[in-house]
């Protein structure tokens, strides 16, 4: 049974481009949360899934940044129009419901 | 305000000796979970303990929590220097539709030497 895959695991940008990172669950999760973590930083909750739903985006900056998680294929986080402050490493996690998070081994986007 | 503040925020030891790190929170919770994370790397989940629980152990960890203090604490005896990571505690905050969504502290950075 695979663990949460992510992909790319690096992602270098220039300002204004878009990035794309996705997640594929653990077979048989139907939840996904997606995290950011800052350098030197714990990591902070940004959106909450299941599949078609956003359930909770309150951790979600209002502007660029969107995600989604469709009935076939993985979950994708996009930014628009990257700027520095996005650098970070962008976690995915994978949960049944109510269980533990069981978490990717991140993307780590950087902005040039 | 910040949920699961770990301390110290550095921690260096010498092999075989005990590392003891402490976190603390701020509302109510169901669970809090302690993860591991090497340089650069992903998370590794450690241990869960629940609301309900005051100790638990996996191997050379122990895990405690103190409900009516808000406190959680990470020991990792007979330490390796494989053990050199930045360890987290995250509680979880309820979202709707009954799935957790998990606040993170900042972490202790521990340090094993050889």
């Known amino acids: 049974n695979a663990g949460v895959m992510q992909n790319p695991r690096h992602l270098v940008r220039r300002r204004g481009q878009e990035a794309r990172l996705r997640c594929s669950p653990m077979?048989?999760?139907?939840?996904v949360y997606w995290y950011r973590q800052l350098p030197e930083e714990g990591l902070k909750f940004m959106v909450y899934?299941?599949?078609?739903?956003?359930?909770?985006e309150s951790g979600m900056p209002k502007e660029r940044f969107s995600a989604e998680f469709p009935k076939e294929g993985p979950s994708i986080l996009r930014i628009q129009q990257v700027v520095r402050g996005d650098s970070a490493a962008y976690f995915c996690?994978?949960?049944?419901?109510?269980?533990?998070?069981?978490f990717g081994p991140g993307t780590r986007l950087t902005v040039l | 305000s910040q949920q699961g503040e770990e301390d110290p925020q550095a921690l260096s030891i010498q092999e075989g000796e005990n590392a003891t790190m402490n976190c603390s929170y701020k509302?109510?919770?169901?669970?809090l979970q302690w993860y591991r994370q090497n340089s650069g790397r992903g998370l590794v989940h450690l241990i869960l303990?629940?609301?309900?629980?005051r100790e638990k152990h996996s191997g050379r960890l122990r895990v405690t929590l103190d409900t009516s203090k808000k406190s959680s604490s990470l020991l990792i005896t007979a330490s390796r220097a494989a053990d050199t990571a930045s360890y987290f505690c995250?509680?979880?905050?309820?979202?709707?539709?009954?799935?957790?969504?998990?606040?993170f502290g900042k972490g202790t950075k521990l340090t094993v030497n050889p």
């Open positions: 996690a994978s949960s049944a419901l109510g269980n533990e998070q069981f």
């Open positions: 077979k048989g999760h139907s939840h």
């Open positions: 899934l299941q599949k078609e739903n956003i359930i909770d």
């Open positions: 509302t109510s919770i169901n669970n």
């Open positions: 303990i629940r609301s309900n629980e």
């Open positions: 995250a509680t979880d905050s309820l979202t709707q539709g009954g799935s957790e969504k998990l606040v």
